[in-house]
C-alpha cells in the first residue's frame, strides 16, 4: 500500500519546511504550486531535488482561479501506483 499525500500552495513560505517535515513519512508529496511569489516555489524545488523519487512538484497559475480546478489539477499529480 503506498500513500500519497497532495495539496496546492501559494505563497506558504514561512510554513513549507514544517509542512513537508510532517508529511515526509509518506511514500509520495505532491504539491501543485499556484502561483508564488514568495519563495515557495523555489523552496519546492529544492525539496524536490533531495528527495526526487518522492517530493513531485509543479508550477501552475490560473487566470481564473478555482479552488476545484486546481485541486484536480493537483490530483491528477499522483502516481498511478497509489493506493
Do not use: H
Not at 11 to 33: Q, S, T
Request: glycine fraction near 2%; charged fraction near 30%.
Amino acid at each position: 500500500m503506498k500513500l500519497a499525500i497532495y495539496t496546492i500552495a501559494k505563497n506558504e513560505k514561512k510554513f513549507v519546511d514544517k509542512w513537508i517535515e510532517n508529511v515526509l513519512p509518506a511514500d509520495y508529496i505532491c504539491v501543485l504550486d499556484t502561483g508564488s511569489t514568495d519563495g515557495t516555489w523555489e523552496v519546492l524545488q529544492e525539496y524536490s531535488k533531495q528527495y526526487p523519487e518522492k517530493i513531485i512538484v509543479a508550477q501552475k497559475t490560473y487566470d481564473f482561479f478555482r479552488f476545484d480546478v486546481a485541486r484536480n489539477d493537483n490530483l491528477a499529480m499522483v502516481p498511478e501506483d497509489t493506493d
